[in-house]
């Protein structure tokens, strides 16, 4: 099989951890069972090597936009920051665009010069750090946006743990919440992602309902994916099943090699690991196979 592409990755060097641009502490490295050896950063170069022996072709890499500047614990990660790496690894990188609704038209400005000027591929919101559920009225001239742009857009559903001791965020975003927006705008492709734990087959009936929805199974290591996913996966739905890990949070290397052990069908395997993000995010590659 051609390389396989993670659609959820967070930069995570030395440099983001040294400036607080992780969003998240000691308390919950230890609760995802970091290895020491992580916990201080991983510089691209070795990230890279990872990506080789894991056998992954493509990252997207996201300029994260978590929360108000003005609420503690907040960040977020550049747009440039995100473009450079691009720009230095085109045929290994691809830039999504953090989405911060409390930006206003500024931030609908920013999100069309990323995918006009810079090149991203598509669009990344956290919900719980905004406190809003995914069909708060703040968010919909973004999703506008993403349609008028051509661009997906992939929002964190499910729980959310407690990043930062001092920082306790709601999970607002139960998979049922895309709905109304997949009713809203038929013509935004959106992916629930982080699986939409516990609520996942919840987020199967909304993939399955709605053709322009997606699941994106990052941040849980496959080993442990819900049974009813996949079945879903590897049957009438593998089309609609992104591979992703939410680096550092799942190792590359392990993902890819848990996901070979499920024994899916090799069809199946082939659209969850790259077909499918070749469809939904435009990416370069040879052309999907056509869904069962």
């Known amino acids: 099989m051609p390389g396989a592409i993670d659609i959820v990755v967070n930069l995570f060097t030395p440099e983001e951890v040294r400036l607080g641009q992780t969003g998240f502490d000691a308390n919950f490295t230890s609760q995802v069972r970091m290895p020491d050896a992580m916990k201080h950063g991983v510089e691209m170069d070795e990230y890279l090597r990872k990506m080789d022996r894991a056998g992954i072709e493509r990252s997207l890499l996201i300029a994260v936009r978590a929360g108000d500047l003005a609420m503690r614990g907040s960040f977020e990660i550049p747009y440039e920051k995100v473009a450079d790496w691009c720009r230095k690894h085109p045929d290994r990188f691809s830039g999504l665009a953090g989405v911060d609704p409390y ?9 069309a010069h990323a995918v006009k000027e810079l090149g991203f591929v598509g669009a990344h919101l956290y919900p719980h750090w905004f406190k809003l559920a995914p069909d708060a009225a703040l968010y919909y001239p973004y999703y506008a946006k993403c349609c ?7 929002m964190q559903v499910g729980q ?8 306790r965020l709601p999970s607002v975003a139960r998979p049922i919440l895309l709905d109304q927006v997949a009713i809203d705008f038929p013509d935004l492709k959106l992916l629930g992602i982080h699986i939409g734990v516990p609520w ?7 993939a399955w309902k709605h053709a322009n929805v997606f699941i994106g199974i990052d941040a849980y290591a496959p080993k442990y994916l819900p049974p009813a996913l996949k079945h879903y996966m590897n049957s009438y739905g593998s089309h609609k099943v992104l591979f992703g890990t939410d680096w550092p949070v799942i190792d590359p290397e392990r993902a890819v090699a848990e996901m070979a052990a499920h024994e899916f069908r090799p069809e199946a395997l082939q659209r969850v690991m790259r077909d499918n993000a070749l469809a939904v995010f435009k990416l370069p590659g040879r052309a999907p196979s056509s869904p069962p």
Do not use: C, F, H, S
């Open 160 to 167: 959310n743990l407690i990043y930062q001791k001092e920082v």
């Open 200 to 206: 996942a087959e919840e987020m199967i009936a909304m």
């Open 103 to 111: 930006r206003g038209m500024q931030g609908l400005r920013d999100l």
């Open 148 to 154: 008028e742009l051509d661009v997906p857009l992939m």
